[in-house]
């Protein structure tokens, strides 16, 4: 029987990759699939925290966290349609002059 | 060996970390075969140390360090790959080995939720916006990252400090569960609809609230929509 902590390494660890690649790619979709991952090491993270409470908080927790998910990917692309017909590229850099 | 035994993790995901920087995107005719051979020595080398670390002695899982390490690879490569299609397409395999794991940890609902809603649903979704909105050829900011090691490094290090912060206290056994007779969906259902009646219902309000925003948000309107098309052509011209 495996315990959480290897879970939860596991999910620190997806977590860091899905940071990784948000922080350094250019092209806003893939920084978004970047978050779907940083979402799956959280998943992970929360069912093996519950699995080791005994309850099943854990698994409410991350269908919720579901939810969130889905709306959030929903939103996400849709702004990215939009800022795409502004420029006509998915270049992040284009937005270059948010940063003042 | 006995003063270094604690510090084994940081290493080991430091070399994972140095994989992930050679496999990044770093120009047009670079390929990841290095920075793929570097993360999979260093998957090995965690599964290895969380054996060690976690299970001395004890029986050893087969399923969660194959379905561990094809998340861990499939999210590397996720977050490197130079063409959008493949990345999303191997998010899709993180999903199912996270579905996976999911099934190990008696989440049996959830995993097929995860299944069906995120790699059937979300990620069709982020498919088909890639095939809507992507520019001919291979772009250069596909294939260039983004000051890859400053990003690394800062993913290290929290990284490092998330797992140390894990592996550096002592865990006990895991509580039994409250019902073994009960389906796992049954419990979790029994628990959304008694404990979490409120936060439900609140979702289903916030899924209706996001499927009028997206909407809204990438609706076309006629008469702006066709100025601001018209000047971007002109712009690329």
Partial sequence: M???PQYMVVGAILFGLGLAGFLSRRNL???FLCTEVMLQGVLVNLVALGRQTGNYRGQAFAMFLLVIAAVEAALALALVILLFRRKGTLDAEAWRTLRG | MGLLAGYWLYGIIALGAAGLYLASPRGRERSAW???IVALAAVALLLVELARRFQPGGPINGYFYSL????ILAAGRVVTHPRPVYAALYLVVVVLAVAGLLLLLDAEFLAAALVII???AILVTYVVVIMLAQQPGAPQYDWQAREPAAAVTGSFVLT??????????TWSSPAAVRSLTDSNTLAV?????STYAVALELAGVLLLVAITGAILIALKRPGSEASSASASREDRR
């Fill in chain 2, 34 to 36: 290095a920075g793929g």
């Fill in chain 2, 118 to 120: 995120y790699a059937g």
């Fill in chain 2, 160 to 169: 490092a400090a998330i797992a140390g912060a894990i592996s550096n206290r």
């Fill in chain 2, 189 to 193: 259902g029994n628990e959304l609809l």
């Fill in chain 1, 29 to 31: 979709i893939v920084m």
């Fill in chain 2, 68 to 71: 561990a390490a094809v998340a």
């Fill in chain 1, 2 to 4: 495996t315990e959480a």
